[in-house]
């Protein structure tokens, strides 16, 4: 762990059998009126930043755990903004081949695909309950702000301009349009034109919600040459009832390292390696 600032740098395997870094940075982020005015950008207890570096950052220890009935390793990164209100970005690695379904569409994963969660905990909304300064106003959506950039190769390429975004290396970045507010039971649409991408930087938006929002899933995947091996059967079957529930194969284990760089997630052939490190912007 290097510092704190909502950034950390993805070390993903290439499907030349390398790795490539890709960085991934909580921007900023923006509480909105009805008419999109930014409030409460000044004070000490700001609703609104442009920077996540003076937010403080705790992490949890490493877990093993289920993830749509699949197995993951995963880390927790969490920071209380202002008042009630908390940022969570969980990481997590795939020990296994399936699929499940967000929403409207079925991702399949495979054994070693990273992902990485944002949830937005009980907000404290702008209004007559909380006086924000410099702009104030009654809070009516979120905007956040970020930033995922391949290193040494320029903007995410978009695919056909679909959600899927080409990151090199073999490696997609899907940037889906719904998110939840029942702890993933139903997924809402974002308001049109969300994600909003320029460049390197996607920006979502939640209009107001109360309980916790999550933004499921940010996907980064590939197929290595030394993974492409004959399937042994019992592929992946989706749940019929469509409530989300995933199958699917065990491919080994998958375990978190500490190391005095950082935090890294390794495994074994054939998983896929990932490391991830919390950087200073």
């Known amino acids: 762990v290097k510092g704190q600032s909502g950034k950390m740098t993805l070390t993903i395997p290439t499907n030349d059998d390398g790795t490539s870094d890709v960085e991934c940075q909580m921007k900023a982020l923006r509480q909105l009126d009805a008419d999109g005015k930014t409030l409460g950008g000044g004070g000490s207890e700001k609703h609104s930043f442009n920077s996540f570096a ?4 705790t992490f949890s220890a490493p877990t093993t755990g289920k ?5 993951t390793s995963s880390i927790t ?6 008042g009630s209100s908390e940022l969570k970005v969980i990481i997590m ?6 699929s499940f379904t967000v ?9 070693g695909t990273v992902k990485f969660n944002v949830e937005l905990g009980t907000w404290s909304w702008c209004g007559s309950d909380v006086n924000c300064k410099a702009s104030s106003g009654e809070g009516h959506s979120v905007e956040l702000d970020i930033i995922i950039s391949p290193e040494g190769q320029g903007s995410p390429a978009s695919k056909g301009g679909s959600r899927e975004f080409d990151i090199g290396g ?4 899907l940037m889906l349009d719904t998110y939840s507010t029942d702890g993933g039971s139903t997924w809402v649409t974002m308001p049109a034109g969300y994600p909003k991408v320029d460049g390197s930087t996607f920006t979502l938006k ?9 933004y499921d899933p940010i996907f980064i995947s590939v197929t290595r040459k030394s993974d492409q091996e004959p399937d042994r059967g019992g592929g992946p079957v989706l749940n019929q009832n469509g409530d989300g529930a995933g199958s699917g194969n ?9 190391g005095s760089a950082g935090l890294a997630l390794g495994s074994g052939v054939p998983l896929l390696a990932a490391a991830l490190a919390w950087a200073i912007a």
């Open 170 to 173: 073999g490696n997609e970045l």
């Open 54 to 57: 003076t937010q403080e950052f």
């Open 93 to 98: 690695v795939f020990q296994e081949s399936g």
């Open 206 to 214: 939640f209009p107001r919600w109360t309980g916790t929002v999550i």
């Open 77 to 82: 990164f969490a920071s209380t903004l202002v």
């Open 67 to 71: 993830y749509m009935n699949l197995t």
């Open 103 to 111: 929403g409207k569409d079925v991702i399949n994963v495979t054994a």
């Open 250 to 258: 065990s491919s080994g284990n998958s375990s978190f390292v500490d």
